[in-house]
């Protein structure tokens, strides 16, 4: 549990939850870590819950024996004007998981049952649980990169090595960037399809259609705006950037956009988890003991994850 912004995780002894209406109480089986989960320990996300049980990518097991997966949207309004037009990812009320609401790094959870969605058969519990926010932003990302045929991926942690294997079951063509002489990272990006890999700071051989920027670093932002063709489209994929630079506004010209994505819609997650299984997509994990979750942390800081870190209770 975070006590406070700043702080380690405490274990704590906590009593079973209790599902309220509509709710389904799940045993955790395991929890993906996010980077978002270091945002809101770092206090760079404004408003968590306190104390707060982190974790958004939860895969669980109800009372009565399924097997469920629940995502960073917990709970939407239903009403409000983002709600109705089909843009749930925005409403003015949502809850999120693991931020309004007590999340995953635990052994019980509870979840509303509307936001929950079945874990596709053939997948073990930890190798699922980094579909359910790495997987699902990250398709929600390359869904609004629009049908970029080149397209560049910064960073190379768990998102991207998710979206590597979808964009390349789409047909596209890929360019990883990676952190300067970061040489674990460019290989990782050469083995998931990646035609070319170097640094973030570096231009690709070619022009890109888009580029999604995983690293939550805002210089990324004119750098990959340097490396787009016209007319094409940079995704910020994170929830939280450090600033970005101002840039001279012909890197923007001839039709560039720039755009952020935000959350998920329950329409996400159901087309996303439907393809996983047809790419198939194949998870690389590391996991850790639930106990371990600081050090877990701490290494998705540095950058040493290869693909996503899971926890386990
Ligand atoms: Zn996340
Ligand atoms: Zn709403």
């Known amino acids: 549990m975070l006590p406070a912004p700043h702080q380690a995780l405490e274990p704590r002894d906590l009593p079973v939850p209790e599902a309220g209406p509509g709710q389904v109480l799940l045993r955790v089986l395991a929890c993906g870590v996010c980077r978002t989960d270091l945002h809101i320990v770092d206090a760079e996300l404004a408003r968590p819950k306190l104390p707060l ?17 629940v995502p960073w949207l917990g709970w939407t309004c239903g009403r409000c004007r983002y709600c109705i037009s089909g843009r749930e990812n925005l409403c003015d009320f949502a809850r999120f ?31 699922a649980a980094p579909l359910l926010c790495a997987g699902l932003i990250g398709y929600r990302s390359l869904r609004l990169a629009g049908d970029a045929e080149r397209l560049g991926l910064y960073g190379f942690g768990a998102s991207a090595h998710i979206v ?12 990883g960037f990676v952190r300067r002489g970061d040489e674990a990272a460019r290989a990782f990006a050469l083995e998931l399809g990646c035609e070319w890999a170097g640094a973030s700071d570096e231009l690709p051989p070619e022009e890109l259609d888009a580029a999604i920027l995983f690293a939550p670093a805002g210089e990324l932002v004119p750098a990959a705006l340097h490396a787009l063709a016209k007319g094409g489209t940079v995704v910020c994929a994170g929830i939280h950037m450090s600033d970005i630079p101002s840039f001279p506004y012909e890197l923007l010209w001839e039709e560039r956009v720039i755009r952020s994505v935000a959350n998920l819609t329950r329409v996400d997650g159901d087309e996303f988890l439907a393809l996983v299984p047809e790419v198939p997509v194949r998870t690389q994990v590391e996991v850790f003991p639930l106990e371990q979750a600081n050090d877990a942390l701490e290494r998705l800081r540095h950058g040493g994850i290869r693909g996503a870190a899971v926890l386990q209770p």
Not at 53 to 69: A, M
Not at 102 to 127: K, L, M, N, T
């Open 53 to 69: 049980v982190l974790g958004h990518q939860i895969v669980g097991e109800t009372e009565d024996g399924r097997r469920l997966g």
């Open 164 to 175: 590597a294997q979808v964009a390349r079951h789409q047909g596209r063509r890929l360019f």
């Open 97 to 127: 998981t693991g931020y309004d609401l007590d999340g995953g790094y635990a052994e019980y959870a509870v979840a509303d049952e509307r936001f929950c969605f079945p874990i596709p058969e053939g997948y073990s519990d930890v190798d």
